[in-house]
């Protein structure tokens, strides 16, 4: 794993707010090319913010961890002030997990994406940049994205993506039931996290129809040989690999903000 996504987030609010000083006292910069610099640099102002929605991840993940342990003989589990059957704690964990990471995505993907993609929110507004849309699904990103971008992050990590999004979507949209199936195996605590055959094959078509196969993933990275044996190890390895992928994303798009506007303004 490469470093952690808050300290690439750390390292990129450090590189916006350099890189606006330098717009800000420079009198080379045209007016309306001023705007757009400030536009990208103004997200510095919410990086914080991200860093602690990384810690409601966390908290939200933590949520999962021994929760069958904690079932007593009626099936129910603690969650809150009082205790709720075993099935609605996983869902309610699972969603809010899964809500925090695609909203952190979200905002991150937004911000490389003005410098990334070939069309963002600068000339396209109701078709903001995303992960999934802008990075990885081919047919979207040859009329988006700088070709080596989409390339390396479909390639390198295309499927976690994947499966994450499309677990995402299982769980938003489908509330993790499809046809009367449910996404797990069973609905006791006894079934623990484990995936049910026709829930995980549903997550893989999701993950194909973004255009990604099993093999869009980087050497070494892990992936469970038995994913269907429990989410939560799935979960993990996901995580991890959207994170770096993020965290490449925008250290990428700052240091190459940086660059164009040190020789915009003749420093370089």
Excluded at 42 to 66: C, K, N, V
Excluded at 200 to 209: D, G, L, N
């Amino acid at each position: 794993m490469s470093k952690p996504l808050d300290e690439r987030l750390r390292v990129a609010k450090d590189d916006l707010l350099k890189i606006d000083a330098t717009i800000q006292k420079s009198a080379r910069v045209v007016p309306h090319v001023l705007d757009e610099f400030k536009r990208v640099t103004a997200f510095s102002l919410g990086i914080d913010h991200w860093i602690r929605m990384l810690g409601t991840r966390a908290a939200a993940r933590g949520m999962l961890t021994g929760l069958e342990s904690q079932a007593d003989e009626m099936d129910m589990v603690p969650l809150g002030v009082g205790r709720v059957g075993f099935q609605h704690a996983r869902c309610v964990g699972v969603q809010a997990y899964l809500a925090t990471k695609w909203a952190i995505a979200d905002r991150i993907a937004m911000m490389v994406g003005h410098v990334l993609c070939i069309r963002s929110q600068l000339n396209d507004p109701k078709n903001p940049p995303q992960l999934v849309t802008h990075f990885v699904r081919e047919e979207n990103t040859k009329k988006y994205t700088a070709a080596m971008a989409f390339y390396s992050m479909k390639h390198t990590f295309g499927w976690p993506i994947g499966i994450s999004y499309a677990l995402r979507n299982h769980f938003f949209h489908d509330g993790g039931e499809l046809d009367g199936i449910d996404f797990f195996e069973g609905p006791s605590a006894t079934s623990g996290f484990a995936i049910s055959e026709v829930g995980w094959k549903r997550v893989e078509q999701r993950a194909a129809e973004y255009g990604v196969d099993s093999g869009h993933h980087r050497v070494g990275a892990g992936w469970p040989t038995t994913p269907r044996d429990d989410l939560r190890l799935v979960l993990d390895v996901c995580e991890r690999e959207v994170d770096d992928a993020l965290g490449i994303l925008v250290g990428s798009a700052c240091k190459a903000l940086a660059s164009h506007v040190a020789f915009i303004v003749g420093e370089l």
